[in-house]
């Protein structure tokens, strides 16, 4: 028997993650005037649109970002117990810290002073109602979020014509159930799905895109009426994404798959 097993959405998976922000991404490098004299206050670069980046005579591109300064600026405002610090460009997991080493995004370099005491707060305080406080500040910050780059799922060539079947599958139930308001989706067909009989990926984690991908293992061992079902439960997750709804099995997820008369179950079990 095959456990029916959809897409979890991960908050915090042990570390000390904290939400997505949407906002526009800029360019990590930037243009800004030459720097201060050696004997002048350090300072860091001024956030310019990047756009302005255009070479001249009065402007040069600096290098990149210096892990070492921020981590001295961090420890003036309270951070212990961190030997090194490592810039990300991380969608999801904004601020990490592990074996000493400190994970935050490179967007949080060109934050206010009272941002970077909360980062300091967050990594180093066991206190949970100061930590609830830095974690609200630091989300709170827009960092700039690069738009995230939609890769295709791998499929066989010789899988293209169980995709084209399912996609029409897919425009049918959409029309049938769904009064036709969901996107058209071109499906897809893994051969590396070993234990999920498919899976719907969020449009936010893929590039502004929703995707389903179904296992081929899955339909040839199960047949097309089980590999309908699960195209509909993949769809009510989508209906949930494009709808603005939490992606989850809970109560309204269970009330639309009676609706569609799908199993209202996130595992199901398949007789043999």
């Known amino acids: 028997m095959i456990a029916w097993l959809a897409r979890r959405l991960s908050r915090d998976p042990g570390q000390l993650g904290l939400f997505e922000v949407t906002a526009p991404a800029p360019e990590l490098t930037q243009c800004v005037p030459p720097p201060p004299p050696s004997h002048g206050p350090a300072a860091l670069p001024s956030r310019e649109p990047a756009e302005s980046c255009t070479p001249s ?34 969608r999801r997991t904004m601020v990490s810290v592990a074996g000493g080493v400190l994970r935050v995004h490179a967007g949080f370099v060109e934050a206010p002073p009272d941002v970077h005491a909360a980062i300091a707060t967050f990594a180093t305080s066991r206190n949970r109602t100061k930590r609830a406080a830095a974690r609200a500040a630091i989300v709170a910050y827009p960092v700039p979020i690069r738009p995230a780059t939609r890769r295709p799922a791998a499929q066989h ?37 070993a234990r999920r009989l498919g899976h719907y990926s969020l449009r936010s984690h893929n590039g502004g895109h929703g995707e389903i991908v179904i296992s081929h293992r899955h339909i040839r061992r199960d047949g097309w009426p089980e590999a309908i079902h699960t195209l509909l439960h993949e769809m009510v997750h989508q209906w949930q994404d494009e709808t603005g709804r939490a992606v989850d099995h809970g109560a309204g997820f269970r009330a639309k798959c009676r609706a569609v008369g799908i199993a209202p179950a996130a595992t199901r079990y398949l007789a043999r």
Do not use: C, K, W, Y
């Not at 990149?64 to 991380?90: I, W």
């Not at 009064?179 to 067909?189: D, R």
């Open 57 to 90: 005579a009065d402007r040069e591109r600096v290098a990149p970002l210096d892990p070492d300064r921020f981590l001295h600026q961090l420890r003036a405002s309270g951070l212990r117990g961190v030997e090194r610090v490592v810039f990300t460009q991380n």
């Open 157 to 193: 060539t010789a899988d293209a014509p169980m995709a084209a079947r399912l996609t029409t599958l897919h425009a049918q139930l959409n029309l049938e159930h769904f009064s036709g308001a969901l996107t058209h989706l071109e499906i897809q067909v893994s051969r590396r799905l």
